[in-house]
């Protein structure tokens, strides 16, 4: 065997893994990833081991980084997100449940002895974190269209009103793409006058396209949040899972930590980090804009409106949040789960429209989804 090269084995084992994938990829309509992207002019850099370990904002002696592009995107989202002026701060994360473990990190910090609302709708990682984080917490319900019960909420914090109030606020639940609204959480902590509160927004896949659709929801930092995570690979697009996080920098202070080794300050909470993916992020937002990125979220709109009224038109009770891209209804048989990949629970299904889905794979779901009624 030659050295460096794939015994022919090994390289038809890669050739299968290319061929299940793009296959894969093509009836995919069940979670929250887009693929309409094209990175081939960025081929050159993964030849290159680039990590932006420590704080993108504070130079590091390691120098072969993108840390110049990872401060654009994070400026990007602080701006989009209306964060205070000169007030804020972010990193590129490996995803939006790094985001939210940092949402709660720093709510803990700032609140020790708070407690953490969440609703039950919430995605499953925050659970985790929160167990991780040892902090304390109680599961409020949800309405039944997934986005909490305010009433709920209000009840719970004024049994234990001695308590700091953390609340993790749904920017879009996982399965209904329900959204919290935040200047109601606020009303609820005014009205009971709680002065220690933070509230952290996981806007995972809503809250990467919020900002471009009116009325625009109630989510951001002007809206009331201290701290926002995003996924990157949801709405915007990678082919590797990553996201954003922004904070307020005077919150992000109180945790930094200089370090020698590495010649930067400790603000994130992995040592190396992914030095490809704020360059795949700087890229897609450089090419989209704004406008490309507003006309992506209308057509994911459009679509989603499509699927609802096509699915409905063949007798299936099919619904969504207003303004969302996710279309719930009735569980489907398990082949056509398979092939399209939805995700179920509780004999529920959805299909997420993201920018790449068109009318003709809806066209297609629908003509397979009532060949199946027939045959029931
Ligand atoms: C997808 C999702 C997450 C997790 O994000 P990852 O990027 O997969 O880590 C968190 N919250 C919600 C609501 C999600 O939909």
Redesign the pocket.
Known sequence: MQENTLSPEDQYTLTELLYKIQLKTNNFMGY?VSKDFDFTELIPFLNYPMNNLGDPFVDSTYGVDSREMEKEVIEFFATLFRAEKDNWWGYVT???????LYGLYLARELHPKGMVYCSES??Y??QKNIHLLNMTNIVISAQENGEINYQDLEDTIRMNRHMPVIIMA?????MTEARDDISKIKDILKKMAIKNYYIHA?G???GSYSAFIEPRPAFDFADGADSI?I????FFGSPM???VVVVKKSNRDRIARSVAYIGSVDTTITGSRNGHSPLFLWYTLKKHGIDGLKKRAQHSLAIAQYAERKLKEIGIAAWRNPNTITVNFPAPSSAIRKKWQLASENAISHIICMPNVQKEQIDQLVLEMKADLVEV
Do not use: R
């Not at 749904?170 to 996982?174: A, F, P, R, Y």
């Not at 996924?231 to 949801?234: D, F, P, R």
């Open positions: 929250p490996n995803g939006g449940s790094e985001g939210n919430t995605h990682s925050v749904n920017i879009g639940t996982t996981d995972a896949l809503s995570a996924s990157g690979h949801k899972p990553c996201g």
